[in-house]
C-alpha cells in the first residue's frame, strides 16, 4: 500500500469543542495532531473531518477556529501553512466534511516536546519548538556542572527567580485564604499537577546556570511579594519535603547531550526544601540545575508519531504508532 492509501476519518462532536474560547478541547486536538503527525511523518495523505452541525451556526466558522489552529502547530518554524496542508469542503456533504491534504515534510513532526521554554517576563512557561530542542540534544553546549543549590528566601527577589503563585490558578483547590489541605497527598498533588512544577523545572534546567522555582501565594502585605501556603493539617514538614520530592522526580526524566558524559537521574536535578512563614504555612523553593541534554516530562521523550501496516487475522489496517525515544532521535538528528 503506498502513501495516498494513508487516510484517516475524524468526526469533530460538539463535546469537543469549547464553545466560549471557540477551539478544540484537550483530548480532541491530540486526536487530531496525532493523525495529522502520523501523516506527515509518513509521507503524505488525507484527513477527513466532520463538524457535527449544531456547534457553531456557521460550519466554516467550526473549521476555521477549531481545527486551522491545530493544523498551524503541525508546522516547523519555516514553515508557512501552504508547505504542510491543503484543504476544502467535500461536495454533496453541506460543507459539514472537510478533506485536508496532508503534504510531506522536511523535517519530523513532533505533536508533543514534552518540555518547555522559560517566558521570564511573565514568569510562565511556553512550549518549546524542535528548532530549540535540537541544539540541546545534538550539539556541542558549554554548560556549568553545578548542582543545584537552595537560595532561600533572599533570593526570591532576584532577577532569576521564578514564582508560582498557587491562588492565581484556575484549579485552586483551597476554599478559603487559610483553610488547610486534607492530606499531605492533596497538597502534592496540587503542587505537582495544579501547578505544573515539572514543566517549570524542564524550562529552568535550560538555563546555563539553572536556578530557583518558589511556590506560595500573593501577599497582602505591601512590602513582601509572597506569602507561604498552608500546610495539611497533620502533615510534617520533612514528610512533605520527602513526598513532594519522590513524586516531582516521577514527573521527569533526563536525557543527555550527545557530546556530554554526564548522565543524570530526575533527582540530581533539582533540591527541594520549604522554608517557614509562619504558623503551619510555607513557601516552597525547587532549585533546579543547569542541564547538558533535555529535561523531558515524558519518560518516552517526546511525543511523535508515525503510521504502520498491522494485521489481525486476514484484515488489515493502518494504525498510529508512538516512537520511543531512541527512534525520535534517529529521526529528529537525521
Known amino acids: 500500500m503506498g502513501t495516498e492509501d494513508n487516510v484517516f ?98 523535517t519530523f513532526i513532533t505533536v508533543d516536546l514534552k518540555t518547555k521554554l522559560l517566558c521570564w517576563c511573565r514568569d510562565k512557561h511556553l512550549s518549546a519548538s524542535f528548532e530549540k530542542i535540537r541544539p540541546l540534544l545534538f550539539s556541542k553546549r558549554n554548560v556549568s556542572t553545578t548542582e543545584p543549590t537552595v537560595q532561600r528566601l533572599t533570593h526570591m527577589n532576584h532577577v532569576d527567580a521564578v514564582k508560582i503563585y498557587v491562588d492565581r490558578i484556575d484549579k485552586h483547590v483551597l476554599l478559603s485564604r487559610d483553610a488547610p489541605y486534607r492530606s499531605v497527598s492533596a497538597w502534592v498533588n496540587h503542587i505537582i499537577n495544579d501547578c505544573s512544577l515539572p514543566e517549570y523545572v524542564t524550562s529552568i534546567s535550560k538555563r546555563k546556570q539553572g536556578g530557583s522555582v518558589y511556590v506560595g501565594r500573593t501577599s497582602t502585605d505591601s512590602k513582601v511579594d509572597m506569602d507561604g501556603i498552608p500546610f495539611p493539617k497533620q502533615g510534617r514538614k520533612d514528610e512533605m519535603q520527602s513526598m513532594l520530592a519522590e513524586e516531582l522526580q516521577k514527573e521527569i526524566f533526563v536525557f543527555k547531550n550527545r557530546y556530554s558524559d554526564i548522565v543524570l537521574n530526575p533527582k540530581d536535578v533539582f533540591q527541594i526544601e520549604i522554608h517557614d512563614t509562619g504558623t503551619n504555612t510555607g513557601i516552597i523553593e525547587v532549585a533546579v540545575r543547569p542541564v547538558d541534554g533535555c529535561v523531558f516530562t515524558d519518560a518516552l521523550g517526546p511525543v511523535s508519531f508515525r503510521i504502520e501496516n498491522k494485521s489481525m487475522g486476514e484484515n488489515h489496517y493502518k494504525t498510529c504508532v508512538r516512537l520511543p525515544f531512541d527512534e525520535w532521535v534517529e529521526m529528529a538528528s537525521g
Open 9 to 106: 476519518f475524524i468526526h469533530l462532536h460538539r463535546r469537543q469543542v469549547d464553545i466560549i474560547k471557540r477551539g478544540m478541547k484537550p483530548s480532541a486536538e491530540y486526536q487530531f495532531k496525532k493523525a495529522l503527525s502520523s501523516l506527515r511523518n509518513s509521507g503524505r495523505g488525507a484527513l477527513f473531518v466532520h463538524a457535527c452541525q449544531d456547534i457553531f451556526r456557521s460550519v466554516t466558522n467550526v473549521f476555521q477556529s477549531t481545527v486551522v489552529p491545530v493544523l498551524d502547530t503541525m508546522l516547523t518554524d519555516d514553515e508557512t501553512m501552504s508547505d504542510g496542508f491543503s484543504w476544502h469542503p467535500v461536495e454533496n456533504e453541506g460543507g459539514r466534511v472537510h478533506k485536508i491534504d496532508v503534504l510531506p515534510s522536511d
